[in-house]
């Protein structure tokens, strides 16, 4: 597979893990990179998550529910830990979120005093409850304050959905250097037992059944002349799903959800797939699907 150049990393391919509870912990990164991931994506580092939440995972015949947020872990454990990425010169991600702008932007010159070259911004997570309600604006403001406390390359991860056209100018517009989509979007198990919510209301759903939405979100952007790197996520299982992706526009393809089954075996079968079905195409198809270069802001 051709070499990759997103959020000012050289990756050895497109295949990369997203964040989440998979990656909250230094040992799985460190094993995922040794399998063969292009680049691993931390689970997302808060400075103060939230301590009362029930988290749980619903697993579904298509992917599943999760009412998750974010790492428990303190923001001191993951600046350790990322030196030590940093040091070894591994390929890894921060993702990170806050309270405020103001409280993120800080997290970030943290983070970038760390040596860690790419930051991804969690800031739609649809499991907390401002993250039902993403505007244009609030996305300016969190990448607005990233930028004008790093010269970091990141990311800001989002929802497809409603104003995304809208959401993903106000990133680019604030200096971001990509954007990650999609974040989960709502979903709902209803309890057999009462015919209620079973995770007491909607929630993030992942998995294969969000792909054709993603696809179709990212489809929109290009056409309409988004030219920011898109790290393109949601719903992929197979190498066919990663070059799926990489048509659409995607620059690089995040797997996540798939990995709670079998984690490792899983990516080395997708690595595998992606390689065989990248050798078979045409020459220069990859080139220029992965070639995305970021507009004026």
């Known amino acids: 597979m051709p070499h990759v150049d997103v959020l000012g990393l050289t ?40 301590a009362t939440l029930n988290e749980r995972i619903i697993r579904l015949d298509t992917g599943m529910i999760n009412s998750t947020t974010y ?15 940093a040091a070894d010169g591994l390929p890894v991600i921060a993702s990170l979120h806050a309270d405020t702008p ?4 800080e997290l ?69 250097d990509a954007i990650t989509l ?7 198990v209803v309890s ?6 079973e995770l007491g209301g909607a929630f993030g759903y992942s998995g294969p059944g969000i792909k054709p939405l993603v696809l179709a979100a990212l489809w929109r ?27 659409m526009g995607a620059t690089v393809a995040q797997v996540y959800t798939a990995l709670h089954t079998d984690m490792y075996q899983t990516l080395e079968r997708i690595l595998d797939e992606t390689r065989a079905l990248s050798e078979a195409s045409p020459p220069g198809t990859a080139d220029r699907r992965t070639d995305r270069s970021p507009v004026a802001s």
């Open 221 to 247: 952007l290009r056409r309409q002349g988004f030219s920011l790197p898109v790290l393109g996520c949601g719903g992929i299982t197979t190498g066919r799903d990663v070059m799926d992706y990489l048509s």
């Open 71 to 85: 790492s428990k872990r303190p923001v001191s454990y993951w600046l350790d830990v990322l030196r030590t990425f």
């Open 102 to 105: 103001a409280e993120l932007g």
């Open 108 to 176: 970030a010159g943290q983070v970038a005093r760390t040596g860690c070259r790419a930051l991804e911004l969690g800031i739609s997570c649809l499991n907390e409850e401002d993250g039902l309600k993403d505007t244009p604006e609030r996305v300016h403001a969190y990448a607005a304050a990233v930028r004008s406390r790093t010269a970091l390359p990141f990311s800001v991860k989002l929802a497809a959905g409603e104003g995304l056209e809208d959401r993903a100018a106000a990133a680019a517009g604030a200096g971001a």
């Open 11 to 50: 990756l050895k391919n497109p295949v990369l893990v997203g964040s989440g509870l998979l990656t909250d912990q230094e040992r799985n990164i460190r094993k995922l990179l040794e399998v063969g991931a292009g680049a691993v994506v931390t689970k997302t580092i808060h400075p103060s998550p939230p």
């Open 182 to 188: 999609s974040d989960t979007i709502p979903g709902i």
């Open 192 to 197: 057999p037992a009462d015919g209620e919510p």
